[in-house]
C-alpha cells in the first residue's frame, strides 16, 4: 500500500529559527495536507495543496507541492514557542481514506 | 460552521471492562466518519470508517467495534479493554466530495486501562 516517508523525526530549535521538512510518498499523489497536533489535541488542518508545483502560505507556514507529485515540504520561518507540536503530512489512501506520515515532533527553545 | 464533539475527553478503565466513546459532528449532512488511535504521541492509526448509517469498514481486526446509529453520530466500542487498547482515540470527519478528502478531527480522547 501507499507509504509517507516523513523527515526529520524530530527538531530541536531555538525560537526564531526557521524550520523545514518533508515528506516523500512511493505513489504520485494529486493532494498533499499538512496537519499539526498541539499536545493533548487534535491535529489541526494547516494548508492543503492541490495542484504540482504549488506554493501556498499560511501566516509564517509555506508549504509546497512538489513537480514530481510525490513529494512536498513544509516551512516555518522565525519560529516561536507555540510552534511546538507534532506537525504531520497527508495524502489520498483510496477509499475516502488519507494516509499519514509518522510526524516530526517540533520542539522550541525559548 | 462545523464543530466535531468526542466524550469523554479523558477515562480510566479497568481491563475486561466495556467501553463506549462517543464523536458527534454538527454543521453538515452525511459525512464520512473515522476513528483514529494514537499511541505514544506519534502515528496515527485508522481503526474504522464509515460512508453512511449502518455502514462499517474495519482496518485493523482487533478489540474494538464501531457503529453508526445516526449520521452524525460515531461509537467506538469494546466489550472488555486489554490493556493494550490504551491510548489517545480520535473521530475525524470529511465531506466525502472534497478535492483532497480532507479531514478534520476532534479533540480526542485520552483512554488509561488499567
Known amino acids: 500500500g501507499q507509504q509517507l516517508n516523513q523527515s526529520p523525526q524530530s527538531m530541536f530549535i531555538q525560537e526564531g529559527e526557521d524550520v523545514s521538512m518533508n515528506c516523500t510518498s512511493s505513489?504520485?499523489?494529486?493532494?498533499w495536507l499538512w496537519y499539526k497536533q498541539d499536545p493533548g489535541e487534535g491535529p489541526v488542518l494547516l494548508i492543503a495543496?492541490?495542484?504540482?508545483?504549488e506554493l501556498t502560505s499560511n501566516g509564517r507556514l509555506t508549504a509546497q507541492f512538489g513537480i514530481t507529485r510525490k513529494d512536498s515540504f513544509l516551512n516555518i520561518s522565525a519560529s516561536i514557542p507555540s510552534d511546538v507540536g507534532i506537525y504531520f503530512c497527508a495524502g489520498p489512501g483510496g477509499s475516502e481514506k488519507l494516509v499519514f506520515g509518522k510526524g516530526t515532533k517540533l520542539t522550541v527553545n525559548p | 460552521s462545523q464543530t466535531i464533539h468526542q466524550w469523554p475527553a479523558t477515562l480510566v478503565q479497568p481491563v475486561g471492562s466495556p467501553l463506549s466513546l462517543e464523536c458527534t459532528v454538527e454543521?453538515?449532512?452525511?459525512?464520512?466518519l473515522y476513528w483514529y488511535r494514537q499511541a505514544a504521541g506519534r502515528g496515527l492509526q485508522l481503526l474504522f470508517y464509515?460512508?453512511?448509517?449502518?455502514?462499517i469498514s474495519s482496518e485493523v481486526p482487533q478489540n474494538l467495534s464501531a457503529s453508526r446509529p445516526q449520521d452524525r453520530q460515531f461509537i467506538l466500542s469494546s466489550k472488555k479493554l486489554l490493556l493494550s487498547d490504551s491510548g489517545f482515540y480520535l473521530c475525524?470527519?470529511?465531506?466525502?466530495?472534497?478535492?483532497?478528502?480532507?479531514?478534520?478531527f476532534g479533540p480526542g480522547t485520552r483512554l488509561t486501562v488499567l
Open positions: 464509515s460512508v453512511g448509517i449502518g455502514q
Open positions: 505513489s504520485i499523489f494529486n493532494t
Open positions: 495543496l492541490y495542484k504540482a508545483g
Open positions: 475525524a470527519w470529511s465531506t466525502g466530495n472534497n478535492a483532497g478528502n480532507e479531514q478534520f
Open positions: 454543521g453538515t449532512s452525511n459525512p464520512n
